[in-house]
């Protein structure tokens, strides 16, 4: 088997209000495959927390949660 | 699975964005979710109505609709339109009550396409109702 470069899934979700976030998390979610990452960045306070929850519900790996000026970036694996 | 029920009684338009940002957070967190669209609420899902209800309080004759509309916009709040899409898109169920077509004479043809899923009565929602995780009336 070749091993293949994984750049993962990014989804922007600054300035986005609510549900958004939660919701582009999901589709990214739907979209990714088994062991991709997923990363999200995003300015919504509360989805900061919701995203992490939202993917702990699903059984998945958080993997990061950060925030720099404002921006936070959430890592998920599928 | 865990799953939402939410009944959409009502059409106003504070309303209806309710029902579909907690749909799309049901679905969004993992869970199944079907919303019965009934009385006032189904009229919405007829062509071009989706974001034609009245706010529930302050309309002011349309008004405070107006000025609700511009903060939501100026807030980047999606639109009803936008969140009914994502809600299909992510699974969510739209079930049109079949009485409430009868009284209101409205057919499947009134409606979007591809938005109903299913025409139910009572019966369909005690059912789902009784699996779900959370039910809702609003």
Redesign the interface.
């Known amino acids: 088997m070749t091993p293949t470069k994984d750049i993962g899934i990014t989804v922007d979700c600054r300035s986005e209000n609510c549900p958004i976030p939660l919701i582009e998390t999901r589709k990214a979610i739907n979209a990714a495959k088994p062991g991709q990452v997923i990363t999200v960045i995003g300015t919504h306070p509360s989805s900061k927390k919701e995203i992490p929850m939202a993917a702990e519900a699903m059984r998945l790996k958080v993997l990061e949660v950060s925030e720099t000026d404002g921006v936070w970036k959430i890592r998920i694996q599928r | 699975m865990a799953k939402a029920t939410i009944i959409l009684h009502s059409g106003d338009y504070d309303k209806v964005y309710s029902a579909l ?1 907690l749909g ?2 049901a ?4 869970m199944d979710c079907s919303i019965y669209f009934t009385f006032w609420g189904l009229q919405r899902l007829k062509k071009g109505q989706l974001s034609k209800g009245r706010l529930s309080n302050m309309h002011m004759l349309g008004l405070g609709k107006w000025m609700i509309k511009r903060r939501m916009k100026a ?4 639109s009803l339109e936008r ?1 009914l899409k ?1 809600y299909k ?2 699974g969510g169920k739209v079930i049109a009550c079949d009485m409430t077509m009868d009284i209101m004479g409205c057919k499947l043809e009134d409606f979007e396409p591809g938005i109903v899923d299913e025409c139910g009565a009572v019966g369909t929602y005690i059912k789902e109702a009784r699996e779900s995780d959370i039910t809702l009336f609003i």
């Open positions: 940002i799309n957070g679905l969004a967190m993992g807030k980047n709040v999606a969140l994502d898109e992510l």
